[in-house]
């Protein structure tokens, strides 16, 4: 699974992800939102936006108090790429 892919810790259940986004406007119902960390902008402080939006996991740098499946990676624009 993708936390295999991207070398990263799965918390919660494993489920199917069919589809990516990185912006909350665009999620998907079930979808994998990844958490970019940028110098002004922290994509972590929107998580709870898109599982709200309907993410159905989240690939983030570090474990969230949200009630979706997380992949918790070192660097999530590198595990992004892993999966793309």
């Known amino acids: ?42 994509a972590h402080d929107f998580c709870q936006q898109a599982v709200e939006s309907g993410a159905g996991a989240l690939l983030v740098q570090k474990s969230l108090d949200v009630n979706v499946p997380q992949v918790v990676v070192a660097d999530s624009r590198v595990a992004l790429g892993k999966v793309a």
Request: proline share 0%.
């Open 1 to 42: 699974g993708i936390a295999i892919i991207t070398d990263g810790h799965l918390v919660g259940h494993d489920l199917s992800i069919h589809s990516v986004s990185t912006d909350t406007r665009t999620i998907e119902r079930g979808s994998l939102f990844v958490a970019l960390v940028g110098e002004r902008f922290d």
